[in-house]
Nanobody, 126 residues
């Protein structure tokens, strides 16, 4: 089992930056692909970004088109954390953001996570 706890959400203005952090515990963190999803009010959960495990044959990250160029992912296997850096935030980025983990070392935008955090709220005002 993997437990995920998010932090760093809040209320910001359009154009601001925000960094979300996810702390993982449980099984070996370094062997898991990690990522983020989000869910806006009245909408389904959607993929935000994913990073392969550090040991994957070729380190890999992928992002949704809506956040490419604005969001980045970083993981620290020594600390069991994966962070989502969000820049140039827009009101449409308002959502609950969920940290996710996958059982394998690789996951794509269409992969469904095996583990979920409780979520953290991000609100972007115009």
């Amino acid at each position: 089992q993997v437990q995920l706890v998010e932090s760093g959400g809040g209320l910001v203005q359009a154009g601001d930056s925000l960094r979300l952090s996810c702390a993982a515990s449980g099984r070996t963190f370094s062997g898991y692909a990690m990522g983020w999803f989000r869910q806006a009010p009245g909408k389904e959960r959607e993929f935000v970004g994913v990073t392969s495990s550090s040991g994957y044959r070729r380190y890999y990250t992928s992002f949704a088109d809506s956040v490419t160029g604005r969001f980045t992912l970083s993981r620290d296997d020594a600390k069991n954390t994966v962070d989502l850096q969000m820049n140039s935030l827009k009101p449409e980025d308002t959502a609950i953001y969920y940290c996710t983990a996958y059982s394998g070392s690789y996951a794509s935008a269409t992969s469904w996570p095996d583990y979920w955090g409780q979520g953290t709220q991000v609100t972007v005002s115009s």
